[in-house]
Structures are given as C-alpha cells and as structure tokens.
C-alpha cells in the first residue's frame, strides 16, 4: 500500500456530498475498517476490494510524530518505528536537516521496520515527501494546498487503544483526542476492555488527494464496558447528543494518556490492590510519566511526606482533595492555583514505593472515597436558546455515529 493515509486501507469509499442526505448510501460491507469520506461533490463511488485483502494482517503501519525540542534526528526516526540501519541512511539527507521543532512527521513504515513514506508540512506551508529510490532516498518538496474533508472510522479494542487506532489506520492525535473527550467518563488507563468499541468523525487534511494530517474531532461514540458515550462538538466543547456537557469538574484519571503509559499497568499489574484495604488507586506507568490536576484547584500541600514521598494534595471547591504520592519530580508550590490537566508532578517511586507509580486518593471532607463509585458534576449544558442550533449541527453527525455503531456490531458478529 503506497499511500501515506487511511485511505489506501479502507474497505469502501463512499463519497457523498456534505449537505446531502446520509440515507443516500449503499450498504457498506462488514469491515474493521469501514470509511466514510464526505467530501463536496455529490458522484458516490464504491472501491471493491477483494474480500482476502481484508483479511490478512496489515503490512505496513502509520504513525504520526512531533518533532520535539533536544530531538536528534536519528531519535526521532526510531520514534517513528523506522529501524536503525534506515534512520542512519535518512538522517543524512537534506530534507531531514530542515526537520523544525513542532513540525508533524507521517511515516508509512512496514513490519520490518523499512520506511515506505515519509512527509511532512513545512512552515512554509510547502510538504515535502521523502521516498525510497535505489539504495537511498529521493525527496521532493511542493506548495501544500490543503483541504479538509471529514473521515469516519470505528474499531474494537483487543488490547490498547493504540493498538486499535492503528489497526483502524486512525493517527494518535485523534486518539488522544479521543481520550480527552471521554476523560471525564471514561478512564483510559483502568476501564478499557477488550471488546470495547469506538467511533470517531474528524476532520482530515488532505493534500492531492492524499491525508496529511488528522484536525479535530468533530463527534465520537465510546462502548465503555457496554455503556455508550457519545460526543459532538459544539462551540469550545463537547456535548452529548442531548446538549449536556461532557466535561466533568473531575477526571477519571490523573495520568496523561500516551502511547507509552498505555498498556504499562496490565504489565506491572501485581502492583495494583483492593482500593477497600489501600484507600487510593494505584497507576503503574513509567519514571517522568505527566502528572495532572483531576480538577481546578488550590495547591494544598507539595513537597516530601514520609511514605507518601514527594507528595501534593490538592484542595479542590467543595470538600474535595485529592492526593498525589511518590512523584519522581514536583511542578507546582504551595499555594498556587491548578486548572483541570494542568501539569502537577511527574510519576516516581520516592517514599514506600517498589517501583514507580502514581498513588491516587479522592478525598470528601477529609475521608478517601472510590472516585470511581461517585457520580461527578458536569460544566454546564448547551444554553437553551442554543439547543436549536445544537441539535440542528448535531442531528447528521449522531446519523453518522449510528452507522459506524452498526458496521461494528456487523464485525463482531
Ligand atoms: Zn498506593
């Protein structure tokens, strides 16, 4: 598959106009995969690709990486999953060199390691694509014209939520993205299932006719254990179909969710124990793991405490607190004021710890309580004179959801 997007992957390809009704559609075949692409013309066209294609396991991967400030190239490329003995080579060309802190690079990599295609967008708007030629690479470099249309995708968690965005061909963005919008609901480093089933709009950049780079999500449904969450987006947030808000004053979770501390408790998992004896949750995640508020609150506490190690408390409206234990490193003083996923700390093992984890307490009035048994407030919903226009903008995008919930319940099938 030589293209650089999900595009070369997808089952069925249906493009249909924005405006027009979503009834308009065939039936789309059973897939892993199932793709929706709306785009503004208003020909519908359908890909058939034989039914053993679908079948075999994926050949090659893609994946999406920021270029980060202290970067080496050949670190970079290795991040990317390109093996050694073709970083080395594709470090020394000049395309590389140009490589600018924040520039987003897509590589098309297969399960060798071997890199198929790599590109990125400049800062001057122009992308350039390196490719394998010969026994080195070729680089070109052109105006981007970029235009976005909106893709649809769906899978089933069998082990990770990176696992199942890739095998979907879903960038990390969206599923980061992903894990913000559900965060108030879901937690991502506990709750995931194998079976749980997801569906996501979002907007894709495109470039000749190929995707460049994932935008927002637009809507998005989490199956979480059997309970469904759906998601649209609407003015600076997310709501349910119903116009309530997404957002809770609390999240599930105080760890960041990323492609390394996903997975990394089912690993450590003797570590984990019985919340009733132990009074707080353990997250088993990596030394320098990101830290962050559940909640907008006032620094209470930060600094070493006995077993705790390095600790903070925060103290939250209301009679809530909450605990931080065995930070390798701290990044707030007492006294100062956090906002929900502000940066608090990052994961240790200092104080009684055996290896490195986040120890996690949820207090009302003092006394620890399973955050997870208690219901959290929501922001505020869509303002009433709003809900029209809400529904309105919500009503083809929930269509959509619908679909994509039924070509996974057709895959389990
Ligand atoms: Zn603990």
């Given amino acids: 598959m030589g293209t650089l997007g999900p595009v070369g992957r997808s089952a069925a390809i249906i493009v249909l106009a924005v405006s027009g009704a979503v009834a308009a559609f065939a039936t789309i075949a059973p897939s892993a995969d199932n793709e929706v692409l709306l785009s503004r013309t208003s020909s519908v066209e359908t890909l058939d690709i034989p039914a053993e294609a679908l079948l075999t396991s994926p050949e090659s991967y893609i994946r999406e990486e920021r270029f980060q400030r202290g970067d080496t190239i050949a670190a970079f490329l290795s991040r990317l999953g390109i093996a050694a003995e073709y970083a080395e080579k594709l470090a020394r060309t000049r395309a590389l060199q140009s490589l600018r802190t924040g520039y987003h690079v897509t590589a098309e990599v297969d399960a060798d390691g071997q890199p198929i295609a790599l590109s990125f967008l400049t800062g001057r708007d122009t992308l350039v694509q390196i490719a394998p030629e010969g026994n080195g690479f070729r680089a070109t470099e052109e105006r981007a014209a970029l235009y976005t249309q909106v893709a649809m995708k769906s899978g089933v968690i069998r082990s990770s939520l ?80 119903d116009g309530k808000n997404l ?43 990101r830290v962050r508020a559940v909640g907008d609150a006032v620094v209470d506490y930060a600094g070493p405490r006995g077993g705790y190690g390095n600790v903070v408390i925060l103290r939250h409206h209301g009679q809530y607190t909450t605990v931080y234990a065995h930070l390798s490193r701290i990044a707030v003083r007492r006294g100062a004021r956090v906002t929900q996923n502000d940066t608090i700390g990052f994961v240790g093992k200092t104080g009684w710890a055996t290896g490195p984890h986040l120890h996690y307490e949820f207090r009302i009035a003092g006394e620890a309580r399973n955050p997870f048994s208690i219901a959290m407030p929501a922001a505020l919903p ?27 319940l057709a895959l389990l099938e």
């Fill in 162 to 241: 990176f696992a199942a965005s890739d095998a979907a061909g879903i960038p990390d963005s969206v599923a980061m993205q992903l894990a913000d919008i559900f965060g108030g609901d879901v937690d991502f480093h506990r709750d995931l299932r194998k079976g749980d089933q997801f569906a996501v709009v979002y907007e894709l950049h495109h470039l000749a006719g190929r995707p460049v780079r994932a935008g927002r999500v637009l809507a998005a449904e989490f199956v979480s254990q059997g309970k469904a969450y759906r998601a649209v987006h609407f003015g600076n947030g997310y709501y349910a179909p």
């Fill in 247 to 289: 957002r809770k004053a609390f999240l599930r979770s105080p760890l960041e969710f990323s492609r390394v501390s996903s997975g990394f408790g089912m690993r450590m998992h003797p570590i984990a124990r019985a919340w009733r004896a132990h009074k707080g949750i353990d997250y088993a995640a990596p030394t320098g793991t």
């Fill in 382 to 408: 869509v303002a009433a004179q709003d809900l029209p226009a809400f529904r309105a903008h919500a009503a083809p995008l929930v269509t959509r959801l619908d679909l994509l919930a039924n070509s996974n």
